[in-house]
């Protein structure tokens, strides 16, 4: 014990030999880490100002217990082309300057008159005639149709929101049907009545990409009938329709803030790409950085573009660099089993993932420039000042979100027939709800024990209505107090209830798993092959889920997991597979008692957040699930020490999360590495 006290609370500060086999004073060994989406997300937002999450479509991150993982952050070659036009992106979505709005009409008559049957216009005409196409045409369909282009000489000069605009009429006797396309897709479908005396303004606004794009409209009567002829006189493209962003404006004049006419190019592109690179490499810059970048100012400059082109061609090559990408341990004695301390940058780059889970701000790398952030009193300073950042609520929407698994919530499908109140609506509320509370406990002083029975949740008026609750008005989340216990607590979340279930009932087994599993660190294994599922249809009429399942699993090979899984699931029976409480089960009053294989005895969800409250398996599965993710890798035989000792002391910080990764922080874990070739594995 009075090893691990030393491991948490006083930094080794000589290298000492790991002998063999697991020991406290092992901190094991990271694998070289690169960014997972969230954190190139937040990455690039801290150092551009950049919010539209571009790394929401780079490949799914793997993931081991969480997705910062480095033994599963493979390295595709489809994730490497998107890390480059990724690159492009964001920093000229920064950094160029607002586009100039564009307005072009596109006349009917000026496009080809072989459109037209006959091959000519009618005499006078100043729109184009519309006709059958040929016989290719669907059977039935007449397309009456005529297609417009943007060429390269008219592209969309930027991303934004742009009007569409075209005045067209019905040119027959009866209402055409007009659809606006953009590159194919709908962008408005509309039944045009106007007679040709008093033309239609037809109008929608849509957010595009800048670049070419065609438009097109298109008659689509389904009927081959000159009465129901289509009449267009122009197309009008007008936008980017942007507001002014100034806090855009003002990272542009901090960027370019030397004169290169004055202070010359070399120096003036130092200037920027040293502060640049310095927040992305997550280091000083060496004269060897500058050396690759400066030159692609010059380049850019010699190949007509103009200055600031070329410090926008130097900063994508940063965003490309293994420098970015890679969370960089240089590691001098990378083969022994010597343990050593990380550097004070290496420990800044770890603090600031995971806390962050983006890169360091100004006042981490100074303090790790200047040799300080190794003191403990320093480290810590730093920890609490970023816990009290909002950017901590990474936290919870990285950390929390997976070892809770919220993230599954997101492709749930309850099924219409059996759910019909579940709608998007409800699914986002419930997302809501279970991220504030979790935010809660990183933003005030609440015990982790309170994750199980906290009287208090956050509820808009749909999720209020759908939980049975009262007094809850208007779409906004607002932090309710609870008067009864069906909905204190993690275990009354709509959220989880919902992402624990399959699409058409409830699961005591998923449930009890995910109780076991993610509250008290027991993962039971796999199911044995071949199985059968539980039965359904005629066979279980009268019978509530409990039933049917008891009789399942007096399966021989089912029943040694079920004793422990099933109890802790049928305690929550009360809640359907959306989560709303119920008394009776396919007519059956619903039994939720439950006895565990020592014997403990509960009813109900609030007895079994009780009992995993006050069972001493909690704070260690917060502990470890905490330490897990700090570093980046699985944990070893050799970390649990760490992990009771972090479980222990808990209790006198009030078993605040704030103070748990305090600790972690402080652990010679988080401090420290030895070599991959140290006895007894990686």
Not at 230 to 241: A, F, H, Q, R
Not at 632 to 644: A, F, H, K, N, P
Request: charge should be negative; proline fraction near 8%; aromatic fraction near 6%.
């Amino acid at each position: 014990m009075a090893a691990c006290q030393a491991v948490i609370e006083t930094p080794v500060p000589d290298p000492v030999f790991v002998p063999p086999g697991p020991t406290c004073d092992d901190p094991g060994h990271v694998t070289l880490r690169r960014l997972n989406r969230t954190e190139y997300n937040n990455s690039v937002r801290d150092l551009l100002g950049d919010t539209t999450e571009p790394a929401n479509d780079f490949p799914a991150d793997p993931s081991g217990s969480f997705d910062n993982n480095g033994d599963v952050l493979a390295l595709s070659p489809l994730l490497v082309e998107s890390y480059e036009t990724t690159a492009a992106k964001v920093v000229d979505g920064a950094l160029l300057p607002p586009p100039t709005p564009i307005s072009m009409q596109l006349e009917a008559e000026t496009l080809a008159a072989a459109m037209c049957p006959g091959g000519t216009e009618p005499a006078g005409s100043d729109y184009t005639c519309f006709g059958y196409l040929p016989t290719s045409a669907p059977t039935g369909v007449a397309i009456w149709e005529h297609d417009y282009y943007i060429d390269r000489n008219q592209a969309l000069p930027a991303d934004g929101e742009y009007t569409v605009t075209v005045r067209v009429w019905k040119a027959g006797t009866v209402n055409a049907k007009l659809a606006v396309l953009l590159d194919g897709k709908p962008l408005v479908q509309r039944d045009v009545s106007a007679a040709a005396s008093a033309p239609d303004l037809v109008t929608v606004t849509a957010t595009i990409p800048g670049g070419t794009h065609r438009f097109q409209i298109r008659n689509t009567n389904d009927a081959r009938a000159y009465e129901r002829d289509l009449g267009v006189d122009w197309i009008k493209i007008e936008g980017p329709n942007n507001p002014p962003n100034p806090a855009r404006e003002a990272f542009r004049a901090q960027v370019f803030s030397c004169d290169p006419a004055k202070d010359g190019v070399d120096a003036c592109a130092k200037k920027i790409l040293s502060s640049f690179a310095r927040k992305a490499y997550r280091r000083p810059v060496t004269d060897a950085d500058l050396g690759q970048l400066v030159p692609l100012v010059q380049l850019a400059i010699s190949k007509g573009d103009d200055f600031q082109a070329g410090i926008r061609l130097a900063m994508k090559r940063v965003l490309t660099s293994a420098e970015f990408i890679f969370k960089v341990e240089l590691d001098e004695q990378p083969n022994t089993p010597v343990v050593h301390d990380v550097s004070d940058l290496e420990l800044a780059t770890r603090l600031s993932y995971f806390l962050w889970a983006s890169t360091p701000d100004d006042a981490l790398l100074q303090s790790a420039e200047s040799g300080a952030l190794h003191d403990p009193a320093e480290l810590e300073a730093q920890t609490r000042r970023m816990l009290a950042d909002p950017r901590a609520d990474a936290l919870v929407e990285s950390f929390a979100a997976q070892w809770l698994q919220l993230r599954k919530l997101g492709p749930s499908s309850p099924a219409a027939s059996v759910f019909p109140t579940f709608d998007q609506a409800l699914k986002s509320a419930m997302q809501d709800e279970t991220t504030l509370f979790l935010k809660s406990f990183v933003r005030e002083d609440h015990s982790l024990l309170e994750l199980l029975d906290a009287r208090y949740t956050y509820l808009n008026d749909r999720l209020a209505q759908h939980y049975g609750i009262s007094g809850v008005t208007g779409a906004d989340m607002q932090k309710v107090a609870l008067t009864t216990p069906q909905r204190s607590g993690i275990l009354g979340h709509g959220s989880i209830l919902t992402l624990t279930s399959p699409p058409n009932r409830t699961s005591p087994v998923r449930r009890g798993n995910w109780i076991l599993a993610n509250l008290w660190c027991e993962v039971p294994p796999p199911p044995p092959p071949n199985v059968p599922a539980l039965p359904e249809g005629a066979s279980t009429a009268g019978k509530t889920l409990r039933q049917i399942a008891e009789e399942h699993r007096k399966e021989p090979r089912c029943a040694a997991c079920h004793k422990k899984m099933d109890p802790m699931g049928f305690a929550m029976e009360h809640y359907n597979g959306i989560g709303e409480y119920r008394d009776v089960d396919n007519g059956q009053p619903v039994d939720s008692s439950g006895v565990l294989p020592d014997g403990r005895k509960f009813d109900g969800a609030a007895q079994v957040a009780a009992m995993v409250k006050n069972d001493p398996e909690y704070l260690k599965c917060v502990s470890a699930k905490v330490l897990t993710y700090s570093l980046g890798r699985e944990l070893t035989d050799s970390d649990q020490c760490t992990v009771d000792q972090l479980a222990q002391e808990l209790p006198l910080k009030g078993n605040l999360l704030k103070e748990l990764a305090v600790k972690v922080v402080a652990t010679k874990q988080f401090r420290q590495r030895r070599g991959v070739l140290a006895v007894g594995g990686p």
